[in-house]
């Protein structure tokens, strides 16, 4: 499958592309991206979706009220949220080889890609769920519904749309982070862009990362549309 | 029975104390329709939300069938609430879920079987006869459809009682009139004890057994809908009657009598008990004089006619006082008119 892409794209950019980049390595940096975004976006919504529900939960007013990890939590999002990433894909090294052993490569960026992208959905998980009517949970309230089912059954499916819709600006913010990552040596296709179009002056290959870039952006909003309309 | 007992409820906004109620007590009776009505900010809304303690009484009881439940631990307050069924001014279904799916919630939070559920959401949707809307979401739905649907879904679980907050606010007169008729169906049906808030003096009217007035957190007034009808005492519930039953003489139909003299101008107050309107025939019969019907405003509740009907008497002043005297051992109060200024 792969190599018949492979093949595919050679021989249909073999009358202009110029450029030293071949298609094979072309297309393993489109798939080391594709591998960073899909961990990345795994693991950033595990941690997104327990800390926004967290928050919207125990504010004042809310279903479980508690002070002390309201006030606890709060901070340290805004302190992981502060940090600009290209800051941060540097200041976690230490614990990316604590994870996984080394700070170069695919498996490396995920640790900063998820640090950066973790808080940032369970913000946009917080806005989502705090949209839903106060009445729908005063209504489950008046049915003997527990905390929990509050959560799972009512708040969470009412927010269903805001929270593609929120999912999808944070896969777009992701790709554009694991461009950067390239330069960490993590591959993808931002590294291309640097190893060939910014150090080797190949502009072919720039315009090849900004074009791939762009479908791969209006895709994914297209899709995030589409099925945040689904019901 | 519904008894509240010495509650009190008060919360801080910027830095001053709000008392939303205020030492209240009140006795709601099995198997009534219990309205509470009262202007915006007269704790109504706050006093049926203490029913589920969806708001807790920072002073006070509220005891339901012998259960205290401002005592309750949160698990057991959960079940009772599960058998306290409530609707909404705006509704409150799950706009991601359908018709049935909303039914069908509560069921699923006390987790009955897939054929129970099925089962009870038949019968629940022939009882509101939106069989043909099973399948539509909230928004394809009229508001009154809408209430219909929050109906169902409040008496799945064969709740004793049931608390509408606004529950016709948000709907035109007509279809107001239908969900009325809805619930009055459901309390002489199933015996449901209803609860109901309200600001509409008219939704007190068409259903209510018994009804409190609000006013400053503090319960004014209360008694069976006809008494208070026909003989309210504090200004403020005059001022809801006034809503439906107009208490003074417009002052365009005096202007626009020949003889002026509001001397002669008397008001006649129908209290629903032997009371009829067939007096008038009478006293024209009987007495020498010339009588005109000026204005009259009458209305039925429970089955009783009350109102007001402003007359003009003209003839011998002694005749006069013989009609009026008539009248009064006919059951009818009679006073010398206001005239609305």
Redesign the interface.
């Known amino acids: 499958m792969r190599d018949l892409i492979v093949q595919w794209l050679t021989s249909l950019t073999a009358p202009f592309w110029k450029s030293a980049l071949s298609m094979d390595q072309f297309v393993t940096a489109l798939q080391e991206t594709f591998h960073m975004v899909f961990f990345a976006m795994l693991f950033g919504c595990i941690w997104g979706f327990i800390q926004g529900i967290t928050l919207v939960a125990t504010r004042p007013g809310g279903i479980l009220p508690n002070r002390a990890i309201y006030h606890g939590l709060n901070p340290i999002v805004n302190a992981l949220r502060s940090l600009p990433f290209i800051i941060l894909l540097i200041a976690v090294i230490p614990l990316t080889k604590f994870l996984v052993g080394t700070s170069i490569g695919t498996w490396a960026a995920i640790v900063p890609l998820t640090i950066y992208v973790g808080p940032y959905i369970g913000r946009l998980v917080e806005t989502s769920l705090l949209e839903v ?1 106060e ?2 949970i ?2 489950a ?6 905390p929990l ?1 509050i959560i799972f ?2 708040i969470l ?2 927010a ?2 805001s929270l593609i819709l929120n999912l999808t600006t944070a896969t777009i913010s992701l790709i554009g982070a694991t461009a950067m990552a390239g330069a960490v040596g993590a591959g993808g296709i931002g590294d291309l862009a640097i190893s060939y179009g910014y150090q080797r002056f190949d502009t072919s290959v720039v315009i090849l990362t900004v074009i791939v870039l762009l479908i791969l952006v209006q895709i994914v909003q297209m899709l995030g549309e589409w099925l945040a309309k689904l ?1 | 029975m519904i008894e509240f007992k010495n509650i009190s409820k008060h919360y801080q906004l910027k830095g001053q104390t709000i008392r939303a109620l205020d030492q209240v007590n009140l006795q709601i009776p099995d198997g009534s329709i219990f309205g509470i009505i009262g202007y915006s900010g007269a704790g109504k809304s706050t006093l049926i939300r203490l029913i589920n303690l969806l708001e807790r009484p920072n002073e006070g009881q509220v005891i339901i069938n012998n259960t205290d439940f401002t005592a309750l631990s949160a698990k057991a307050l959960r079940q009772e609430r599960a058998n306290i069924g409530m609707i909404f001014q705006h509704f409150n279904l799950l706009q991601t879920k359908t018709v049935a799916a909303n039914i069908e919630m509560p069921m699923k939070l006390l987790g009955w079987s897939a054929a129970e559920r099925e089962k009870r959401l038949n019968e629940l949707l022939e009882f509101i006869d939106l069989k043909h809307k099973k399948d539509a979401y909230p928004d394809e739905l009229s508001g009154g459809q809408k209430q219909r649907v929050g109906i169902a879904r409040a008496l799945a679980n064969h709740p004793k009682i049931l608390l509408c907050d606004e529950a016709t606010s948000a709907l035109d007169p007509q279809t107001t009139q239908s969900v009325l008729e809805l619930l009055k169906k459901i309390n002489r049906e199933q015996g449901i004890t209803i609860v109901m808030v309200t600001h509409e003096m008219d939704v007190i009217e068409s259903v209510c057994d018994y009804v409190a007035v609000m006013e400053h957190g503090q319960v004014i007034e209360t008694g069976t809908t006809l008494d208070i009808f026909s003989q309210p005492q504090h200004p403020t519930t005059k001022n809801f009657i006034q809503t439906v039953l107009q208490q003074q003489l417009p002052v365009n139909i005096l202007n626009n009598l020949e003889n002026q003299n509001q001397n002669s101008i008397y008001c006649l107050k129908f209290l629903g008990k032997s009371a009829q309107e067939t007096v008038i025939q009478a006293v024209i019969k009987q007495f020498d004089l010339s009588l005109n019907i000026l204005f009259a405003n009458m209305t039925e509740i429970n089955g009783a006619v009350i109102g007001q009907m402003f007359i003009q008497l003209l003839g011998d002043p002694a005749i006069i006082q013989q009609a009026l005297q008539f009248l009064e051992q006919n059951g009818v109060q009679v006073e010398q008119a206001g005239v609305q200024g």
């Open positions: 009517n009445g729908i005063e209504s309230q008046a049915m003997g519904a527990t089912q059954k009512f499916p009412e269903r749309s019901r």
